[in-house]
Structure formats: C-alpha cells, structure tokens
C-alpha cells in the first residue's frame, strides 16, 4: 500500500478491522505525565553507579548520548503513530509499515523489556525497602506492589492517569530538593568541587566505553514508547501520540544530566566506583548523603523504592497489557488475552496476566544472589532491537512504498537513528546480547510458524479480530 493509500489516521480504528472497545479519554496532558512518570524522573538514582562504572565516570554525557538516540526514534513513533492510531507500539508499526510476520519479532523483541520491566521495577524497589526494613522478608514487598498497582490498573485508566499525577509531582520534588542541596554542598567546596569531567574525562573516553554505558543508560528512557501503547485512548487526535513522546524525551532527558551531573561532583571515591563498581547499588545515596546527611540519603532511598516499585511499575504494567491486547486482538497470543471490561473499558485479562507473571518472577529475582543484575541485562536489548527495526521500517514505509517522502524526517532521521542504535547493541555486555539473540531466535521461529498457519494476513486490513472471529461461529 503507498502512502498515498494509508488509511485516515483521524478516522478511528475501525478502518482497520477493528472495534474501538478502549475508551478515548485520555488528553495530551494524560499522556505527557504518562511518558513522565513511566520513565522515572529520577530514574538515575538507581542506575548511577552502574553508569558510573561503564563510563568511566562520563556519566551526563551517557544519557545526553541515549537521549539523542532516543528522540531519533521517537521521530519513528510520532510519524507510524499518526498513520496508525491504535495500540500495539512497534508491533502495530513494523507489521503495518514493513511485514506482519516483522511487525511479531518486533512486537516479541520489545515484549522481553515490557514483560520483565515490571518485575525489575518490583525487584529494585524491594531491595530498597529491605534495606530500610530488614525485618520485612523481601517478597513481602513485591506481593503489596504487584497487588497495589493491578487494583489501580483494573479501575480504569482514568484512575491510573490521576494516580501517575500525584506521583509525578512527588518525584520532581524530592528531585528538586536533591538538587538544591547538591548544587549547595558543591558550592561549598563538598565532594571534587565543580567539574565537567560528567561529560568528558580525557583519561577513561573511548567510544565504546561511552556506547557501552549508554546501553545501560538507555533503561531510564525506555519509558517513552509506553505512551504508544494508549494510542486507543488518546481523544486529542493522531499527533498527540508523537508529540508527548517526544515532550516527555526532552524534558527527562535534561533532567537526567543535571542530577548525574551534580551527583558526579558529589562522589567522593570516582576511581574506586570505577575500579570497584556498586553492587550494594548505592552509589548515588552516598553522593546525597554527602551532600545533605542521613535525611538526602533516606529521602532519595525511599523516593527511588516508591518510583520504582509503585509509579514506574502502575505504567508499565498499563503498557505491558496494552501490548498483549493488541497481540492476542490478532491471534498472534492466546484469544483470551484482548479481553475488556465492558464498564470500565481496560484489557482485564491481560492486566491480571501481567500481574501474575510479575508477581512469580519478581518473588523469583529478589531471592536470587544477583537477580537485579541479571534481570537489568535482559530487558534493554529487545527495545533496542525493535526500535532498530521501528528505523527501518519508516525508512520503508514511507520512502520505498511512499511517495514524495520528506528527506530528513523519513529517511536522514531514521537512519541516524538507526546507526546509534546498532552501536548501542554492538558494545552492550555479552550476557545482555546472548539473552536477546536468543528471545529474537525463538521470535523468529514463532513468527514462521504462526505465518505458515495463515495467522499472518500480510494486508491492510485484518478481519481476523475476536469480534468476526465471533460472527464466523
């Protein structure tokens, strides 16, 4: 199909063969705050030491690199977006703009990051919470999140939508408060004092050191590409979509420098985080309690559990069942999955799915000697990979099967994007690679089968959906 032919994005799923049973509420506000809190404003509070490391300290010049890439992809979400306004993400996209049996590998790569975010955003926030509480067995603490986060998403995603306000306001306070007393105790002469050595650091640079941490940076943005998933709740028109993606990209992505940047000149021993790393994961805590005592340290403490396990899991479980909505919508998941409530209009069966398989794998990781490590290593590598075919497939979307295409925004951009992204992978670590080329072998393989099963329909509209499936029987 050309582009001259793309269905009318303004004109609602159901040219696409399907039945609008989500219900549009949600505002560009919405899904601003959406993006904003999925991502975590003060994401890098738990990442810091590990970004410290494999950067060799270039920590703010890591997420300025990961920011660039990102919003070279979000250009891919804003345009596919608009031309499809449904849920789905790069599954929807690469299906419909590339091939459908690509669109399932892509939806399968970045199924790996939103399957196990959620049970990595369970595991650290515990983790955290057993430090402050050791009295409390740590499973305790995934078996409240879990429950307390599925009872929010099953009320409705009005009611997650107000949740993710009030807890977005929070995190940009503590964040604030953060950064008043670090930029104090730096002008006052704390830490190394005031230095740029965040973004270069002639003695430790080299570009794979710097691509090898941003492969691990690139977990605090992956956050973003949630908001696409609530294509199908949007009521402020096909472009909201891209356009939040891209708001949120940029406001974080400032954000994320300035507080690695002050907490770099607050680490105390950056040569033996480098040489040493931080397994206790508390290197940035440190950084606040040298900057502002035991009350930084807690306050960042508890922030980060609370984040993590309650306003950045809330998100993800809400785009988790999203994408397993569209999926199953289409046959390429169990039927029973693209069910929906008919009073309060979310995808039941998924979000309860999602909180199920949280629930067993996050008890299973926080009892584990390394499970937050190990757990981390797998889910940035299927996002990745799917926003590399996400690239790819704008470039054949619209300049291949298009016409007149724009030169910088579906060609230059994307390909741009696209190179990023392969550095990124190439030099992320070697468990990370070996975990995702084996999820994207067993994609394929699915992707083969479901097509020669004829659950592949290579077309512009797909009939194969729950409801005529009902009216054929």
Request: glycine share 10%.
């Amino acid at each position: 199909m050309s582009h001259s032919q793309t269905p009318d994005a303004s004109a609602g799923i159901e040219q696409f063969g399907y039945k609008q049973e989500l219900k549009r509420r949600l505002t560009f506000g919405d899904l601003l705050v959406y993006g904003l809190i999925f991502m975590v404003p003060i994401a890098p509070f738990a990442i810091f030491g590990s970004v410290f490391q494999a950067s060799g300290g270039m920590v703010a010049l890591s997420y300025l690199v990961g920011m660039v890439g990102m919003m070279l992809t979000a250009n891919a979400y804003r345009y596919m977006a608009a031309e499809y306004p449904m849920s789905g993400s790069v599954y929807t996209y690469v299906g419909r703009g590339l091939a459908r049996p690509a669109g399932f590998v892509a939806g399968w790569m970045i199924l790996l990051d939103y399957i196990l975010v959620p049970t990595l955003l369970y595991t650290a926030a515990a983790m955290a919470l057993a430090g402050l509480l050791p009295g409390i067995p740590i499973w305790v603490w995934v078996v409240i999140f879990v429950i307390l986060n599925t009872v929010i998403n099953y009320l409705g995603i009005e009611f997650t939508a107000g949740a993710n306000k009030i807890m977005l306001v929070l995190e940009l306070i503590v964040l604030a408060v953060f950064l008043v007393i670090g930029v104090i105790a730096v002008a006052q002469g704390k830490g190394r004092g005031f230095s740029f050595d965040a973004f270069f650091n002639s003695s430790h640079f080299s570009l794979g050191m710097i691509f090898g941490a941003v492969s691990i940076a690139v977990l605090s943005f992956l956050g973003f590409d949630g908001i696409s998933t609530l294509a199908e709740e949007n009521a402020s028109g096909p472009k909201a979509v891209g356009r939040s993606m891209i708001a949120a990209l940029g406001l974080l992505g400032v954000l994320f420098v300035v507080q690695t940047w002050v907490a770099t000149m607050l680490v105390d021993d950056p040569e033996g985080l480098i040489a040493n790393g931080d397994p206790a994961g508390s290197a940035f805590y440190e950084a606040a309690r040298l900057a502002g005592g035991s009350f930084l340290f807690t306050l960042t403490s508890v922030a980060t559990a609370i984040a993590w396990g309650f306003a950045n899991a809330l998100a993800a479980q809400a785009a988790t069942s999203r994408l397993l909505f569209a999926m199953a919508r289409d046959r390429q998941l169990p039927h029973f999955l693209a069910k929906v409530h008919p009073q309060r209009g979310v995808p039941v069966a998924a979000t309860f799915a999602v909180a199920a398989i949280s629930l067993v794998l996050g008890i299973i990781f926080v009892l584990l000697p390394d499970g937050l490590g190990t757990i981390s290593t797998m889910v940035n590598f299927g996002a990745l990979t799917a926003f590399l075919l996400l690239n790819i497939t704008m470039v054949w979307h619209f300049a291949v099967k298009g016409r007149a295409p724009k030169i910088l925004g579906h060609i230059i951009v994307p390909v741009a994007g696209a190179v990023v992204l392969t550095f990124v992978l190439f030099y992320a670590r070697i468990a990370a690679q070996t975990v995702g080329l084996i999820w994207l072998a067993v994609g394929i393989v699915l992707a083969v089968v479901l097509y020669r099963l004829g659950r592949m329909p290579d077309t512009g509209h797909v009939p194969d959906t729950i409801e005529a499936e009902k009216e054929s029987r």
